[in-house]
């Protein structure tokens, strides 16, 4: 039992033994790797023995080979880490210029598929949607051209935009070069601090670029679809022109055939007046004391009852003429309100209308005619019954 103890306790040191052999093995295998790399960047011709050291090295009472200190190795590992720290810093900046890049590149990538996209949203609605032929459903080669028109259009315009920038840029670009020139020449570089500065500034002149890029496509957005509505208010208006249009014709229309109506209204009182005065004058021979025949007496009383008679029909016709074409009238002006107020609802209905409005004042206007015709009838009647 006692021989199993102690080989037991033998193994468990050699293992100790071993594990910091291996330990220190380990950290020799690193010391000799960081001064492998500490010589790899020495040049060459520094690290070529002197042919004393070399008979003092390789003679038959050569010492032993120095190994170096403490100090030297932490000035060798405090090297290796400043260096590591700068290749880290250089590889960040790489990395970082690689990414303001990359996000450069989409954001010119994500402009020009929104152009895209609206060059081909306004292909089908311009030539697609309105440019097809409702007989053959072609596309009309007419639309199609003007498309490509004023696409070449605005390319050339925004062509020359970006060529006068280009000129402002590069004199810009001048102007500074020559600007950093006077300050190295004068001494006056600028420092560290003022190159950090620069860079915030940049930075933020890039977020306010983005958020104008932002809000510059949203107002693309919103631009197409006012352009849809002014579209569709171009096309209401040529439509209420139209409307327009029809209405005053028939406004122009209405006035001549009222100018007729007032016309004949005048020729009628006239008449009238002229009647009456004819049964003045029979009045006052009458009254005169003239004594006509029996005969001619019974034909004046005749004619006078028919005068009377047709006298009284007269205004009476008068009366309803005076009537209906006061009742024409504000039934017009009612149907032009009504018109107003459906015509952009229902304009063929409004059309319809006034068409009937019109009709029933031409069948007025007929028979006022007729009544003017009935009435110079009566009056060559009465004429010829009534000569002495």
């Known amino acids: 039992m006692t021989s199993s103890h102690a080989d037991s306790d033998d193994i468990d040191v050699l293992k100790e033994n071993f594990e910091q052999i291996c330990h220190s093995n380990e950290l020799l295998m690193n010391e000799n790797l960081l001064l492998k790399t500490a010589l790899d960047r020495i040049p060459p011709e520094q690290l070529v023995a002197k042919p004393q050291q070399q008979r003092q090295r390789y003679g038959r009472n050569r010492e032993k080979e120095k190994q170096l200190t403490i100090s030297q190795k932490n000035t060798l590992a405090r090297n290796e880490i400043e260096l590591l720290e700068t290749s880290i810093a250089e590889r960040k900046k790489e990395v970082e210029s690689l990414i303001e890049s990359a996000k450069a590149s989409i954001d010119v990538f994500q402009a020009q598929l929104a152009d895209?996209?609206?060059?081909?949203?306004?292909?089908?609605?311009?030539?697609?949607?309105?440019?097809?032929?409702?007989?053959?459903?072609?596309?009309?080669?007419?639309?199609v051209k003007q498309y490509f028109e004023s696409?070449?259009?605005?390319?050339c315009t925004l062509l020359g935009a970006l060529k006068l920038k280009y000129d402002a840029m590069k004199q810009k670009h001048k102007r500074a070069t020559q600007y950093d020139a006077q300050n190295k020449e004068a001494g006056e570089s600028l420092e560290e601090i003022d190159y950090e500065q620069l860079k915030i500034e940049n930075k933020l002149f890039q977020e306010k670029i983005a958020q104008r890029t932002k809000e510059m496509m949203t107002?693309?957005?919103?631009?197409?679809?006012?352009?849809?509505?002014?579209?569709?208010?171009?096309?209401?208006?040529?439509?209420?022109?139209?409307?327009?249009?029809?209405?005053?014709k028939e406004i122009d229309s209405k006035k001549t055939s009222l100018i007729k109506i007032e016309e004949e209204l005048q020729k009628a009182t006239k008449e009238r007046d002229q009647q009456l005065n004819y049964n003045k004058i029979l009045k006052a021979r009458h009254q005169e004391g003239e004594q006509p025949r029996v005969l001619d007496s019974i034909n004046q009383k005749v004619l006078i009852g028919d005068m009377e008679k047709a006298v009284q029909t007269w205004e009476r016709?008068?009366?309803?003429?005076?009537?209906?074409?006061?009742?024409?009238?504000?039934?017009?002006?009612?149907?032009?309100?009504?018109?107003?107020?459906?015509?952009?609802?229902?304009?063929?209905?409004?059309r319809r209308g006034m068409g009937a409005s019109q009709r029933m004042m031409q069948s007025s206007m007929r028979k006022s005619a007729g009544n003017s015709t009935a009435r110079s009838s009566i009056k060559s009647n009465t004429q010829r019954r009534g000569k002495p």
């Open 151 to 155: 696409v070449y259009k605005e390319k």
């Open 219 to 248: 107002f693309k957005l919103t631009s197409v679809s006012t352009q849809q509505t002014l579209n569709k208010k171009k096309r209401e208006l040529a439509q209420e022109k139209k409307n327009k249009e029809w209405l005053t």
């Open 116 to 143: 895209i996209q609206k060059e081909s949203f306004q292909f089908r609605r311009n030539v697609a949607v309105e440019g097809l032929d409702e007989r053959t459903h072609v596309v009309k080669s007419e639309r």
């Open 317 to 350: 016709k008068v009366e309803i003429a005076e009537k209906q074409a006061a009742l024409d009238r504000a039934k017009a002006s009612r149907e032009e309100s009504l018109y107003s107020s459906i015509t952009s609802s229902h304009p063929t209905t409004a």
